[in-house]
């Protein structure tokens, strides 16, 4: 089955500097890769994702990079604000979802 | 219109108890996902329907974990003789098109078991 490693399990940053989470994934198979945000609580929700025939996807302050080559794929969020602040998860797919152990982000105002 | 909705919210069970979870999907949607998150951890899928028919039980950690989604809409996920170790919350997912389409799963609120 699919293995999903993400690190780090804990990034803090300071408000306006940019944060990165790379994960990495076993299965070539994996085609969808998407990434979601949990805050304390409540459910998971997407907020960006990336297939497999994509190098590059970019949302406002959010971008995500993907090497199918290196079976590796990357979070990117610039100009982080406290809003920022919650668990995110990657997860590689070919239909259910395989989920990192999650990054836990922090960004101080 | 109204996104994936679970009950109970939280339940509390003693050690031995069978609990049934309920999960509302999107109205329309085709696949249905139930995944087990401990607490900490990313979420770990149990089990996959795309209409009424489970395709993929693989992740169900015993015979103790039984679902089902007989009309093809609601589904429920009962636990039989819970133990410790069952406590998590479950998280029911739904997505409008089948496997063959990779499109957004969209997240219920969850269920907070609890096994005294």
């Known amino acids: 089955g699919e293995n999903v490693e993400q690190h780090p399990s804990t990034l803090s940053v300071q408000e306006g500097d940019s944060a990165v989470i790379k994960c990495t994934y076993s299965?070539?198979?994996?085609?969808?890769f998407p990434w979601y945000k949990q805050e304390l609580g409540k459910r998971p929700q997407l907020i960006i994702d990336i297939r497999s025939n994509v190098g590059e996807k970019k949302d406002q302050r959010i971008a995500v990079t993907l090497n199918k080559t290196a079976k590796h794929f990357s979070l990117h969020i610039t100009e982080t604000q406290p809003e920022d602040s919650a668990v995110y998860f990657c997860?590689?797919?070919?239909?259910?979802?395989?989920f990192g152990a999650g990054t836990t982000v922090t960004v101080r105002a | 219109g109204a996104g994936v909705s679970q009950s109970p919210r939280y339940k509390v069970a003693k050690r031995g108890q069978d609990v049934a979870l309920r999960c509302d999907p999107i109205?329309?949607?085709?696949?249905l996902f139930w995944y087990q998150q401990a607490l900490g951890q990313g979420p770990e899928f149990l089990t996959y329907f795309q209409n009424e028919a489970q395709l993929d039980k693989s992740g169900l950690p015993s015979d103790r974990f039984f679902a089902e989604r007989p009309e093809g809409s609601v589904s429920t996920l009962k636990i039989q003789r819970t133990q410790q170790e069952d406590s998590a919350v479950y998280l029911c997912?739904?997505?409008?098109?089948?496997?063959?389409?990779?499109?957004?799963?969209?997240f219920g609120p969850g269920t907070r078991l609890t096994v005294l």
């Open positions: 997912a739904s997505s409008y098109l089948g496997t063959s389409v990779h499109n957004e799963q969209f």
């Open positions: 299965d070539s198979a994996s085609n969808y």
């Open positions: 109205s329309g949607h085709v696949s």
């Open positions: 997860a590689a797919t070919d239909y259910k979802l395989s």
